[in-house]
């Protein structure tokens, strides 16, 4: 089984992030990206259906992400066979078209019985990935998902619902799976293994295919978060900061009585 797992850097969320002077974007100059955490468990359950079956796990990400090999050389060092990094053609980072058709020319010339990426981005929390993905490759597709196990010429995935309701489903392959989260924690890549999937030079250039136009909403102005005027502590034994709850919901007429 051959499974790709695309990758995406977004900024760091600890950073101070601060919008462009035409407010229609995030100033990327000062920020630091790291892989996207819902990618890492993608990653990650994709691993472990390599510990399981003798899977091929292919690392793969898009030129235009700022410090987007440094992910993919952590993949190699977590465990991935191998790396892809799709560029314009020329090795340069300016791709046109969107991310799923982009990808989706990728696998096209380069085939996976299987597509685990992340359900969501941190930048967006559009979770459009896997279902644009899928629609462009003609395959079944399943998000929201917290396990994945090989079964043959199809996966057993376990997809999660609202109130932690959980359910089973048998996938045929090929498929493209949106990961919510892996069956454990993401493991740990040292710097030193790191470093060494660096000299290695493990990471191979792969030329996107034709710009795929598709319509998108453009971004007219981005605003800050709107900032509150205080937080009001509550101090006291239990009870007293229960009956001073109960006092600010009547208050708001959340509550009668």
């Given at each position: 089984?051959?499974?790709?797992?695309?990758?995406?850097?977004?900024?760091?969320?600890?950073?101070?992030?601060?919008?462009?002077?035409?407010?229609?974007?995030?100033?990327?100059?000062?920020?630091?990206?790291?892989?996207?955490?819902?990618?890492?468990?993608?990653?990650?359950?994709?691993?472990?259906?390599?510990?399981?079956?003798?899977?091929?796990?292919?690392?793969?990400?898009?030129?235009?992400?700022?410090?987007?090999?440094?992910?993919?050389?952590?993949?190699l060092a977590k465990g991935a066979d191998s790396a892809v990094k799709i560029t314009n053609g020329g090795g340069g980072t300016a791709l046109t078209g969107d991310r799923?058709?982009?990808?989706?020319?990728?696998?096209?010339?380069?085939?996976?019985?299987?597509?685990?990426?992340?359900?969501?981005?941190?930048?967006?929390?559009?979770?459009?990935?896997?279902?644009?993905?899928?629609?462009?490759?003609?395959?079944?597709?399943?998000?929201?998902?917290?396990?994945?196990?090989?079964?043959?010429?199809?996966?057993?995935?376990?997809?999660?619902?609202?109130?932690?309701?959980?359910?089973?489903?048998?996938?045929?392959?090929?498929a493209v799976i949106g990961v919510q989260a892996a069956r454990q924690a993401p493991r740990y890549a040292p710097i030193t293994r790191i470093r060494q999937a660096m000299q290695a030079g493990g990471l191979?250039?792969?030329?996107?295919?034709?710009?795929?136009?598709?319509?998108?909403?453009?971004?007219?102005?981005?605003?800050?978060?709107?900032?509150?005027?205080?937080?009001?502590?509550?101090?006291?034994?239990?009870?007293?900061?229960?009956?001073?709850?109960?006092?600010?919901?009547?208050?708001?007429?959340?509550?009668?009585?």
């Open positions: 089984m051959r499974i790709v797992v695309p990758m995406k850097a977004v900024p760091d969320l600890v950073e101070e992030i601060e919008l462009t002077p035409d407010e229609t974007g995030i100033d990327r100059e000062f920020l630091k990206f790291v892989v996207s955490e819902w990618d890492a468990q993608a990653l990650e359950e994709a691993l472990l259906v390599k510990d399981s079956s003798g899977a091929e796990v292919v690392a793969v990400g898009l030129a235009s992400d700022p410090e987007i090999d440094q992910a993919l050389y952590t993949a799923a058709a982009l990808l989706a020319g990728y696998l096209a010339a380069e085939p996976a019985d299987l597509v685990i990426t992340g359900v969501q981005a941190a930048d967006d929390i559009d979770g459009q990935l896997p279902p644009m993905l899928a629609a462009h490759l003609g395959q079944p597709h399943v998000s929201v998902v917290i396990g994945v196990e090989a079964a043959g010429d199809a996966v057993t995935v376990r997809q999660e619902f609202a109130g932690g309701r959980v359910h089973e489903l048998q996938v045929g392959l090929p191979r250039e792969v030329a996107s295919g034709p710009a795929q136009a598709a319509p998108a909403p453009a971004v007219r102005r981005m605003f800050r978060p709107e900032q509150t005027s205080h937080a009001e502590m509550l101090t006291g034994s239990a009870d007293d900061v229960a009956g001073a709850i109960a006092d600010l919901l009547r208050g708001r007429g959340l509550v009668k009585g």
